[in-house]
C-alpha cells in the first residue's frame, strides 16, 4: 500500500524538477535552411544554431514543419553543448548524431503515436552524456512516447545519471553507462504515468561488443529483464547463458557491467500459444503466454515481442478476441481459434466460450448479536467458523476503535471459490474516523518482510490517502499482492469535496470468470473493474490469514468503524440481489417462495408502481416490450427499490407497453 504513495511522490518529484525548463531560453528547429545540418542558422527559428557556451536555462526544442521528417544531422566538427535540456527528436523525426554532445540537465525523446517512429543514432566515436536523466520512450506527458528507437553503434558512448526507458534501446557495439539508475517500469504497467510503455513496448538489444555499465548491484534487476523479455541478444530474447553480469570489472569498478558472449543471431525455430483456460465464460479475460525455441535454448517466453515480428490474430472474433499483448477476451458462445505467427513459424489453441451459471449461495454469516464477549457467531457456516473478537460486542454491531479492535475469522474461509460476493453493513464515520488504508476485510496470506506486505487477497478499503481519495476494492495476486492488483476503484472526490463514506452497506462481487470485480454502495452499482484476468482460486489459496477491520499490510492502519452484518456467498450476486438485501436491511434475509405475483398500479407521470411480497424468493424484477417468441426480457435498472408493509416496491418509468415478470 505505502508504494502506491512513493510512486506518485516520484512523479510529482520528477516533473517538479522540469518545471525549471518553463524561463529557459528557447532554441527550436524549424527546418528553414537546409532542413538537416545543425550549423545551418536557417534551420533555427532564431536563425543561428545554439551557442555552445554558459548560457543559462537553454534549451533545445526540435519540431519540424510540417510534414518535413528530414534527419537532423550533428556533425562531428559541431560544438554542441545545452545548458539545460534537449527535447528531441519528436515525432518520428531522426537525429543523427557523429560528434559530442553535453547536456546540462537531460533528453527527453517521444515517438508518434499515429505511427511515426522517432529514431536517434549515435555513430562510431559519438559521445552524448547528460547530467541528470535521458528518457528513451516513456509516456509521460505524449501517448506516442514509447514508439521509439535508440541506436548507438561500434565505440559510440551514451552516458547519463537516469536513464527512463519505454521503447527500443539498440547496442551495436556501443557503450551506454547509467549511473544511478535504469527505470524499464513494471512487466505490464507504466514507467511513469501515461500507461502505453510496456513490456510490448521496450527492450535493451546487446550485440557482440556491446556494454551496458548500470549501478553496483543490478544483478537482480538484470535478470528480471532476461526473465521479463525486455534484455535481449540480436532482436531476441536473451539467453541467460549468453548474457555476462560482471560487478568485478576492472575498467568500470563499483559498477555492474553486462555483456553478451553471443557473436552472431540465435534464430527461432519454433513457436507456440497457451491460455490459462481453454473453457472461457463470456466477459473473461484470459492472458495467453507465447514461447520459442531457438537454435541455442528453449522454452522462451516471448509474448511481449508484439511489433518485432509476433502477431496474434482469433478466427472468430465475434467468440474470441486477442490483442496484441496476448489478452484474450472471451465476447460470444462458441469456439475460436488463436493463432501466433512469427514471420513463417505459426501455432494455434483453441478456445470454448459458453455462458457463466453459478449462482450465489451464503456460506458465513457474522450478525454480531452477542451481548459481549470475545467469539462471534458464523449463523450459516456454524461455529468451526466463529471469530475471535478483539473489539467490543453490544448493541448488534462489532465496535473497533481503531487502535487495537479488530476481528479475526478462520483460515479456509473463502478457499476453493471460483466467484466471492461480499455483503456488509457498516458505519464508517465519514472524515472523523477516515484513516488512509485502513480495510474492512482482508482475506489471504502476508510475506515475511518487516513490516509485512500483502499477497494474494481479496479486500476493501473504504479510504485512501492518496491526493484524490478512493475507495478500493482490492483483488492482489503475488508477493506483494499490490505488484499485480485488479482493483474496483471508487473515487471520492466530486466538485473538490471528498464524499467520506459513512452509514453504509457494501457489497463487492468477485468474479474473475467473467472478468470483472464490481463494487455496490446502498444497493447501487458504483464501480466495475471489467478487465480482471486474476483466477481466485490460484490467487487466494488457503487463504490462512483472515481479519475484519485489520490489514494484511503490517504498516497500515486499523479501522475505526462499527459492523453490524458481514455475509460472504459462494458465486456472484446479482444486482437485483443485491439491491434487494440493501432494501431489508441487515437482520433480514431474502425470501424462499418461488410462488409470488407481481401487482402493478399507475402512479401518473408516466410511471407504474410495481410490488411483490418480501417471502418472495425471487427479486430480479425483468421487463420486455411484448410477450411470446419475440419477447427480450432485460433487467430493470431505472427504479428504486424499497421495502413497505412487507412488500419489495419500485417505481417504474414506462413508455409504451410493459410487460413485468421476476426471477432469481
Not at 547536456?103 to 503515436?113: N, V
Not at 502476508?446 to 478500493?472: E, H, K, S, V
Amino acid at each position: 500500500m505505502k508504494l502506491k504513495i512513493l510512486y506518485y511522490a516520484a512523479s510529482v518529484a520528477l516533473a517538479a524538477g522540469l518545471v525549471q525548463n518553463v524561463s529557459a531560453q528557447n532554441y527550436q528547429w524549424s527546418a528553414g535552411g537546409d532542413k538537416t545540418s545543425w550549423s545551418d542558422g536557417a534551420n533555427w527559428t532564431q536563425l543561428t544554431p545554439p551557442p555552445a557556451d554558459n548560457t543559462p536555462f537553454q534549451i533545445d526544442l526540435f519540431a519540424n514543419a510540417g510534414t518535413n521528417r528530414t534527419p537532423i544531422n550533428i556533425a562531428s566538427s559541431d560544438a554542441v553543448q545545452i545548458q539545460d535540456s534537449m527535447f528531441g527528436p519528436l515525432w518520428g523525426e531522426t537525429l543523427n548524431v557523429h560528434g559530442t554532445v553535453v547536456l546540462h540537465w537531460g533528453q527527453f525523446i517521444w515517438g508518434d503515436l499515429n505511427g511515426g517512429v522517432t529514431t536517434m543514432n549515435l555513430y562510431s566515436n559519438a559521445v552524448l552524456t547528460a547530467r541528470d536523466t535521458i528518457a528513451t520512450g516513456t509516456a509521460w506527458w505524449f501517448p506516442g512516447g514509447p514508439n521509439v528507437v535508440v541506436n548507438v553503434y561500434s565505440n559510440a558512448f551514451m552516458g547519463c545519471a537516469w536513464l527512463q526507458h519505454g521503447g527500443r534501446l539498440n547496442l551495436y557495439g556501443g557503450t551506454v553507462s547509467v549511473t544511478n539508475g535504469l527505470n524499464t517500469g513494471s512487466a505490464n504497467g507504466p514507467v511513469f504515468g501515461g500507461g502505453l510503455d510496456t513490456d510490448a513496448t521496450r527492450s535493451i538489444n546487446l550485440t557482440a561488443g556491446s556494454t551496458l555499465v548500470l549501478p553496483a548491484s543490478y544483478t537482480t534487476t538484470v535478470n528480471d529483464w532476461i526473465t521479463r523479455g525486455i534484455l535481449q541478444v540480436y532482436g531476441n530474447p536473451g539467453d541467460s547463458a549468453e548474457i555476462v553480469i560482471d560487478t568485478a570489472n576492472a575498467i568500470w569498478p563499483g559498477r555492474t557491467v553486462v555483456t553478451t558472449t553471443a557473436t552472431n543471431a540465435n534464430p527461432m525455430l519454433a513457436i507456440r500459444i497457451t491460455v490459462p483456460r481453454t473453457n472461457l465464460f463470456v466477459g473473461g479475460l484470459e492472458q495467453a503466454k507465447v514461447y520459442a525455441d531457438y537454435a541455442n535454448t528453449t522454452n522462451v517466453d516471448v509474448t511481449s515481442l508484439s511489433g518485432l515480428g509476433v502477431t496474434y490474430q482469433s478466427t472468430a472474433t465475434g467468440v474470441a478476441t486477442i490483442s496484441g499483448t496476448a489478452q484474450v477476451r472471451a465476447v460470444g458462445v462458441g469456439t475460436a481459434t488463436l493463432n501466433v505467427q512469427h514471420f513463417t513459424l505459426s501455432n494455434s489453441v483453441s478456445v470454448t466460450v459458453g455462458i457463466y451459471t453459478n449462482t450465489a449461495s451464503m456460506v458465513h454469516r457474522y450478525s454480531f448479536s452477542e451481548p459481549s464477549g470475545g467469539t462471534t457467531a458464523d449463523s450459516v457456516g456454524g461455529s468451526a467458523w466463529d471469530g475471535t473478537v478483539y473489539g467490543t460486542l453490544g448493541g448488534g454491531v462489532v465496535s473497533l476503535d481503531g487502535a487495537s479492535g479488530y476481528v479475526v475469522l478462520p483460515p479456509g474461509l473463502v478457499s476453493n471459490m471460483d466467484s466471492i460476493s461480499i455483503e456488509a453493513w457498516a458505519d464508517f464515520g465519514g472524515s472523523a474516523n477516515a484513516a488512509a488504508w485502513a480495510a474492512l476485510f482482508y482475506f489471504g496470506n502476508q510475506d515475511t518482510a518487516t513490516p509485512a506486505l500483502g499477497m494474494n487477497y481479496i479486500a476493501f478499503q473504504p479510504f485512501t490517502g492518496l491526493a484524490a481519495p478512493t475507495a478500493n476494492a482490492l483483488f492482489g495476486t503475488g508477493d506483494p499482492g499490490y505488484l499485480n492488483e485488479q482493483d474496483a476503484t471508487l473515487p471520492l472526490v466530486s466538485n473538490s469535496v471528498t464524499n467520506f463514506l459513512g452509514n453504509v452497506s457494501i457489497a463487492i462481487v468477485y468474479n474473475p470468470n467473467v472478468g470483472s470485480v464490481a463494487l455496490y454502495t446502498n444497493g447501487v452499482l458504483a464501480v466495475n473493474n471489467p478487465n480482471v484476468s486474476n483466477l481466485l482460486p490460484d490467487a487466494l489459496g488457503q487463504d490462512p490469514l483472515n481479519y475484519l477491520g485489520a490489514s494484511l499490510y503490517g504498516s497500515d492502519p486499523l479501522l475505526k468503524a462499527s459492523i453490524s452484518e458481514f455475509r460472504i456467498y459462494k458465486g456472484p450476486l446479482t444486482a437485483g440481489q443485491i439491491q434487494a438485501d440493501h432494501a431489508l436491511g441487515p437482520d433480514q434475509l431474502i425470501g424462499s417462495s418461488t410462488t409470488v405475483s407481481l401487482t402493478a398500479a399507475s402512479a401518473g407521470g408516466g410511471n407504474v408502481v410495481i410490488k411483490w411480497p418480501t417471502t418472495s424468493a425471487l427479486v430480479n424484477l425483468m421487463s420486455s416490450p411484448t410477450l411470446g417468441a419475440g419477447a427480450t426480457w432485460t433487467p430493470v435498472s431505472n427504479g428504486v427499490l424499497t421495502v413497505s408493509g412487507g412488500n419489495y416496491v419500485m417505481t417504474v418509468p414506462v413508455s409504451g407497453a410493459r410487460y413485468f415478470r421476476l426471477t432469481q
